[in-house]
């Protein structure tokens, strides 16, 4: 470490962040290796809780002619330390900076981390706009959820990866590192990438507009480049790469485990998820790949707690076996297995208390909205008598908190929906008080979440118009007032992040503007609240002439092109309108493994669930 | 069993509470014959003989765990070396009888050395008289504000040696210096700016002086 960095570290907080050196983190030898930075675009304990960077970090050390290192953003005390003492900001591993590398790869996890995007890159020394990138600057990939919708990050961004990126990352960085070796010019390697599937290049690719501003087409300027991009998936979870050996970190991650992705895909189509429809089809890993896996983790970091990781994990369908082996296996080495609280049924519970395992930390329940009616609308398979019957098997085995999630501002939501939220808390309440005093534990405490519903690009919602700001705030009062109930508290949050958020989730090229100019004013880290600065983005849109409202409040048209329909998920378009007119109808749509529902998967051979 | 271990280099910006997660997982790695708590929760036994603060090294360190059964000291030293980084390693492990005071009891001093940028030869001429000093009094700060404490009797023997300042602070119940408290003193006395500095916790020593090891 440079005698500077090492006077710097010594005046911020939480310095391990930085030093890298964990047990399992690998560095290898730069010489003839193609050489890549996984650029998480938050600060290290989030970026050490995510899975995925760990998977990617395996997948690329495990070939010989790669190699991956880590980075993450800086908080403000180094941000400003690095800005201050001119050092660039590095790789954990080898400390180079970002600018060093082949190719430098940020995940898209959530909107509100674009800013991070742009500071990372500039600190990194790496020229914001891939057009004014030289030939020696490193390659800029991106990947994740919200690559779905590229747009508003196109002139940052060289390439996207759409899709698992288990196999494809080794393949862009061989393109990448093979056209340098043999001397290619940077547009010419930036073709080659485009010709790797589920790969999209926006520099590639030109939008025009109508009058009313809408899309008019995507017109390629390569006759190489395909339209649209289709996803990439992997097929055998048990065959694709999976981390056995994972960095751990030394200052504690916002979660520290041993993280097991029990399953890709979830078939239950709900109409507001966008993994949902995103991660289709379902895969399974099996129950023995499972138990090898989490033995060679616990080997190798000597962790406490293992989770298992899907998006339904209740619909795993060997999950009492799996519970079962695990449990089996790892009783004498003290590690407990945390399952996500979501439909714990009686079977469960009972295979669950045989061994103890499970931590009383709380039942989680997402009814999602507050009446039948809006959950027939978002197709959320949830009733009020499944919602009885879990707290009260919950109470009856000796919960006593009760956490229920709800969004406000759902497509048709009327102020009677709004107050059925109420009425669910409060039988929630009768369903405690309804268990004789002895029968319960004590200290009742039910929380209610409410969080701003954000429509997202690939689902039946996505020509649905957010509520307006003042809409969110009436809405957010209104159960304020209704929540006032004993033993019940409840959660908002200020609706300004989920606006901005619905601008990104399904903007187009000219919020680049908007976020480049945000960026200029000042935004990053927009996600820690204590530096989220609206009134900086407000003059951001100001500045750029462009309408938020466009983006975030306006309902879209069935024949309007979305930007986003640059890519192919799998899912189809007349499968999502079809899936939007039922929900204006309040029909709901069965999960799918009961029946084809034709989504669209099946048009790719061997794909889906037989 | 005890262990002596070193906290070196980048090490020494790990806080005391991730070390000693990092050490609990460590041994936990090791396959070694750990004990744990009774409980719902329960939770590896491990004590740490005084906690590092952030920024400072320590080249030999103190913990002690109980086991469940005796295991010979090279053993354990070498299943646990072969699962702890470089820079973090142990360097030597006691097996304890069941009387043995905990480490953290027998505790009174440890030595330290500080290793200062910059002026090191006007710390030196200015040491003698800065000890001489009937009572040194320093701003401390607790949890309910500041208050004024005397370094003095809590510093045990100081001299510049080989580029560094020694020290031999007092570490105890009763009253611990710190050394960046010392650094910070000698230098208000010296009236020098406070440099830069590195500083390294050598021994962790016993009423008698002698290293918690050596039991």
């Given at each position: 470490m440079s005698r500077r960095l090492e006077a710097l570290l010594e005046t911020v907080q939480r310095p391990a962040r930085y030093t890298g050196g964990e047990v399992n983190a690998i560095q290898k030898d730069w010489a003839g290796r193609t050489t890549f930075c996984f650029a998480f675009p938050d600060t290290y304990e989030v970026a050490m809780s995510h899975l995925g960077m760990k998977v990617l970090y395996e997948a690329v050390n495990r070939e010989d002619d790669l190699l991956c290192e880590r980075a993450m953003m800086p908080w403000v005390d180094l941000l400003e330390g690095l800005k201050r003492e001119g050092i660039p900001l590095f790789s954990?591993?080898?400390?180079?900076?970002?600018?060093?590398?082949?190719a430098v790869g940020f995940t898209?996890?959530?909107?509100?981390s674009y800013t991070n995007i742009l500071t990372m890159l500039e600190l990194g020394g790496i020229a914001l706009r891939g057009a004014e990138?030289?030939?020696?600057?490193p390659f800029v990939i991106a990947g994740g959820p919200c690559a779905f919708n590229p747009e508003p990050l196109a002139p940052f961004i060289d390439a996207f990866l759409l899709g698992?990126?288990?196999?494809a990352t080794s393949e862009m960085l061989r393109v990448i590192g093979g056209g340098r070796k043999q001397g290619l010019k940077r547009e010419d390697i930036l073709r080659k990438l485009a010709?790797?599937?589920?790969?999209?290049?926006?520099?590639l690719y030109e939008p025009t507009y109508h009058e009313d501003g809408t899309l008019a087409a995507f017109t390629?300027?390569?006759?190489?480049?395909?339209?649209p991009v289709r996803k990439r998936m992997e097929l055998d979870l048990d065959a694709a790469a999976f981390p056995e050996k994972t960095p751990l970190p030394f200052t504690e991650a916002v979660h520290d485990r041993i993280v097991l992705e029990i399953m890709r895909g979830c078939?239950?189509?709900?109409?507001?998820?966008q993994a949902g429809m995103l991660y289709r089809p379902v895969r399974e890993r099996s129950p023995e790949k499972l138990l090898e896996l989490a033995k060679g983790l616990f080997a190798a970091t000597g962790y406490e707690e293992m989770s298992l990781s899907s998006l339904?994990?209740?619909?795993?369908?060997?999950l009492l076996e799996l519970i079962g082996s695990l449990n089996a296996c790892f009783q004498d080495s003290r590690v407990s297995l945390s399952l996500p609280?979501?439909?714990?049924d009686n079977q469960l519970q009972e295979a669950l208390t045989d061994t103890a395992?499970?931590?009383?930390?709380g039942l989680t329940l997402a009814?999602?909205?507050?009446?039948q009616r809006l959950r027939d609308v978002i197709n959320k398979g949830v009733t009020e008598e499944d919602l009885v019957r879990s707290v009260t098997e919950a109470f009856e085995n000796g919960w006593s908190n009760v956490k229920l999630y709800f969004m406000i501002?759902?497509?048709?939501?009327?102020d009677e929906d709004l107050l059925g939220i109420a009425d669910l808390a409060k039988k929630v309440v009768a369903c405690y008080f309804a268990l004789p005093r002895e029968k319960r534990a004590k200290g009742l405490k039910v929380v209610v979440s409410a969080s701003t519903f954000v429509p997202k690009p690939?689902?039946?919602?996505?020509w649905a118009a957010q509520d307006s700001l003042d809409e969110i705030r009436r809405k957010q009062a209104l159960l304020r007032e209704a929540l006032k109930i004993r033993g019940v508290t409840f959660n908002w949050h200020d609706p300004e992040t989920s606006f901005l958020e619905a601008c990104f989730a399904r903007g187009?090229?000219?919020m680049a503007d908007v976020l480049f100019r945000a960026y200029e004013l000042?935004?990053?880290?927009?996600?820690?609240n204590e530096h989220f600065i609206y009134a900086a983005w407000l003059q951001a849109f100001a500045d750029t002439g462009v309408d938020p409202a466009f983006y975030a409040n306006r309902e879209r048209g069935k024949k309007e092109l979305l930007p986003?329909?640059?890519?192919?998920?799998?899912?189809t378009r007349g499968y999502l309108w079809r899936e939007h007119e039922r929900a204006q109808k309040g029909h709901i749509t069965p999960d799918c493994r009961l029946g084809c529902e034709g989504c669209g998967l099946r048009r790719f051979e061997g794909v889906c669930l037989p | 069993m005890l262990v002596v271990y070193e906290k070196m280099g980048p090490h020494r910006f790990i806080g005391h509470l991730d070390l000693q997660r990092a050490m609990q997982r460590a041994l936990r790695r090791a396959g070694l014959p750990v004990s744990y708590s009774q409980g719902f929760n329960p939770h590896l036994l491990l004590s740490f003989a005084a906690p590092l603060s952030v920024g400072i090294q320590g080249a030999r360190e103190v913990m002690e765990l109980p086991l469940t059964r005796e295991m010979p000291e090279q053993e354990f030293l070498s299943r646990l070396n072969a699962v702890l980084p470089e820079g973090l390693k142990a360097l030597a492990a006691r097996a304890l009888s069941d009387e043995a005071a905990p480490a953290m009891a027998r505790l009174a001093a440890a030595s330290y050395t500080l290793v200062p940028e910059d002026h090191l030869e006007e710390l030196a001429a200015a040491l003698p008289q800065f000890l001489a000093q009937a009572a040194i009094p320093y701003q401390k700060r607790t949890k309910s504000g500041e208050r004024t404490e005397d370094l003095r009797p809590l510093v045990y023997n100081a001299r510049v040696k080989d580029g560094a300042l020694e020290a031999l602070l007092a570490i105890r119940e009763s009253g611990t210096a710190k050394p960046e408290q010392l650094l910070a003193s000698l230098c208000e006395f010296a009236g020098l700016s406070l440099p830069r500095c590195l500083i390294t916790r050598t021994a962790l020593l016993d009423e008698r002086l002698v290293p918690l090891e050596n039991l």
């Open positions: 954990l591993e080898s400390r180079r900076a970002l600018s060093d590398f082949d898209l996890q959530y909107e509100m990138r030289g030939e020696e600057a698992d990126g288990e196999t010709g790797v599937a589920g790969v999209y290049v926006p520099a390629p300027l390569a006759p190489e480049v395909k339209t078939t239950r189509g709900c109409r507001f998820c339904s994990t209740g619909d795993y369908s060997r609280s979501l439909r714990i395992k499970v931590k009383k930390s009814p999602e909205a507050g009446s501002g759902l497509p048709t939501e009327t690939f689902t039946p919602f996505q187009d090229r000219r000042g935004c990053r880290l927009d996600g820690w986003w329909e640059l890519a192919d998920i799998g899912v | -």
